[in-house]
């Protein structure tokens, strides 16, 4: 039993690992190693989802009565290790989805059962992923939308899709691959912008911290509006819409001032930046790394070129920066001073 069911939640499994597993389940000779280990996939999710008491038991309770064939998506942070957090988040997702399942499972008269509204009564129905600082994570939804998330940010999507629309929440920042649906749109809130789209791929900055927020479309076209949908704009590839929270105005980039190709990097782990304000470009370092960087007002509209993997030195990245503006840069304790002369503008 062991054997099997960590071959179906890594996916690994064959038909005939997967009917056999499933005919366990259906039998009672493996009852108690099957709640043992749904128990140890709860302990392991408390940092990713919280779930209330007794939810191993109510999920093997759903099992026994009516076995589904769902899918499992396992997120995986990169190609170059398989962590610790790939487990968390699979257990996350797999507890999740037979969750939902088991809400939503009526019996002949179409009502829900005790152990279902218990179950959906227990806690939240969001699964919220989360990343710190130097951190990313790849995430594929219940829709098989991918998700490459940024560092310092957050994520929450429910654990399958209903209804019209395929709505989920980022605070921070992340690269989309939006699985086509035309039927049901996919709709991301971050801070105050909807961002609204049927399938294409793009990128989302909205950190908490930053006065702006941007959405680059790499492929397909994406709808932008803010939070009281009185504006909106449309994009297509390879534009930018920017939204200032202090004016809450909302502006569309046309190609020539936006840097979608370099979107797709992203994907790696590399961060690209051409021609890039470098207080831009610092208010991005202080999300990815949690360093507090300041900048002498003459250097902060400078352009800049710069790219980086989040496994690099604080101090490997500034270094260019300080060369590229003619300036300096210096620690004093835990914070990294930046400074230059004006920067001589060229049309």
């Known amino acids: 039993m062991t054997y099997l069911f960590n071959r179906y939640i890594t996916k690994a499994y064959t038909p005939e690992e997967k009917a056999e597993l499933f005919r366990l389940i259906q039998t009672e000779e493996a009852d108690e190693e099957l709640k043992a280990l749904l128990g140890n996939m709860v302990e392991g999710t408390e940092t990713e989802m919280h779930l209330p008491e007794n939810t191993s038991d109510k999920i093997f309770q759903a099992i026994v009565g009516e076995m589904p064939a769902l899918p499992v998506n396992v997120p995986v942070e990169s190609r170059r290790s398989i962590p610790r957090w790939v487990g ?21 008269t179409g009502a829900l059962t005790e152990a279902a ?15 710190t600082t130097r951190e990313g994570k790849n995430i594929r939804l219940p829709d098989s939308t991918e998700v490459w998330l940024s560092p310092s940010s957050v994520l929450e999507y429910p654990p399958v899709f209903t209804g019209a629309l395929r709505e989920i ?3 921070g920042e992340a690269f989309f691959e939006v699985a086509h649906d035309r039927q049901h749109p996919f709709i991301i809130h971050s801070g105050n912008i909807e961002t609204r789209v049927l399938g294409t791929s793009f990128n989302i900055q909205a950190y908490d911290n930053q006065e702006e927020i941007n959405v680059t479309v ?7 509006s803010n939070k009281s949908k009185v504006e909106h704009v449309e994009l297509v590839a390879n534009q930018r819409a920017v939204f200032h929270r ?6 569309k980039e046309e190609a020539n001032t936006a840097s979608a190709p370099i979107m797709l990097k992203r994907k790696d782990g590399e961060f690209v ?15 990815y790394f949690g360093i507090n960087i300041q900048v002498a007002e003459a250097v902060k509209a400078c352009p800049v070129n710069l790219n980086f993997y989040l496994s690099e030195k604080i101090e490997e990245v500034l270094e260019p920066i300080s060369l590229m503006i003619n300036g300096s840069v210096q620690k004093k304790g835990d914070i990294f001073f930046i400074d230059g002369k004006p920067c001589i503008k060229t049309n």
């Open 218 to 224: 790499v492929t397909g076209k994406v709808n932008v």
């Open 273 to 287: 930046y051409k021609n890039e304000r470098l207080q831009k470009v610092i208010d991005d370092l202080h999300e």
């Open 246 to 251: 202090t004016t809450t105005e909302l502006v």
């Open 88 to 108: 968390i988040a699979a257990a996350s997702v797999v507890l999740a989805v037979l969750c939902s399942y088991f809400i939503f499972r009526t019996n002949k």
């Open 117 to 131: 509204i218990a179950v959906k009564n227990a806690g939240p129905s969001f699964i919220q992923i989360t990343t």
């Open 169 to 171: 929440k980022l605070s």
